[in-house]
């Protein structure tokens, strides 16, 4: 299995709206993270679990909120999200201090 | 500052010709390449790379050629196919890093004509 599963691959959601976007990945892979990816523009690193601990955090508006439950699963709850906020979001997985990323199919998400 | 860098936001080749993506890159600390490929609302796909101690890396119809000394790698994909239409980012980091060290470039969007 080298696949990383996100979930959903659609979100549409008002400003006021709780939702949580899901990652899993049965690689054995220790180090999870979440992108965001605007059109025509390149991932950019929002945060880095390492062996399930919040390792990096780029600078991100607390209304994004990660969660990793364990070593296959990551969350990212979204809570009062702004229009500009509307992005595909990715889910990455890679062995700890490896270079190489598996991405997941994204989620596109959809803030209004 | 991006210090990575795709100067050809798209590229459109003809079938069965070559393609050759561009990438540069500043930051001399770099010494592992990867390209991915990436379609229309899905996650970049992992293609191919190469590290610093090579020049050369092939696996089919792709190769990845590193020129450390301009700081410029490429990207062949010979013969072109249409299912290679993508958008194609290279990607650099430091070797052993870890992936949070890992620089995109803006990505060149590949159109193979039929």
């Known amino acids: 299995d080298t696949e990383v599963t996100q979930t959903p691959k659609h979100l549409v959601m008002g400003m006021t709206n709780k939702k949580s976007l899901k990652c899993e990945q049965h690689?054995?892979?220790?180090?999870m993270y979440w992108y965001k990816q605007k059109a025509k523009k390149p991932p950019e690193l929002m945060f880095v679990y390492s062996y399930e601990k919040l390792s990096i955090n780029e600078s991100v508006p607390s209304r994004f909120s990660p969660e990793c439950p364990n070593s296959s699963l990551l969350n990212l709850h979204l809570h009062a999200l702004q229009p500009e906020d509307s992005a595909l979001y990715l889910c990455?997985?890679?062995?700890?201090?490896?270079?190489?990323?598996?991405f997941g199919s994204g989620t596109q998400l959809s803030v209004l | 500052d991006q210090q990575v860098k795709q100067n050809s936001p798209s590229l459109s080749v003809q079938e069965g010709r070559i393609s050759i993506l561009n990438c540069d890159y500043t930051n001399s600390m770099f010494d592992y390449f990867l390209w991915y490929k990436k379609y229309p609302a899905e996650g970049p796909t992992f293609l191919i790379s190469i590290s610093s101690i090579k020049d050369k890396n092939e696996d089919g119809r792709f190769t990845v050629f590193l020129n450390k000394s301009a700081k410029h790698l490429s990207l062949h994909i010979v013969p072109s196919q249409p299912g290679d239409s993508a958008v194609y980012f290279c990607a650099a980091s430091p070797s052993g890093s870890g992936a949070n060290n890992l620089f995109f470039g803006t990505g060149t969007r590949l159109t193979v004509i039929p």
């Open positions: 990455a997985s890679s062995q700890a201090d490896i270079d190489k990323l598996f």
């Open positions: 690689m054995g892979h220790r180090a």
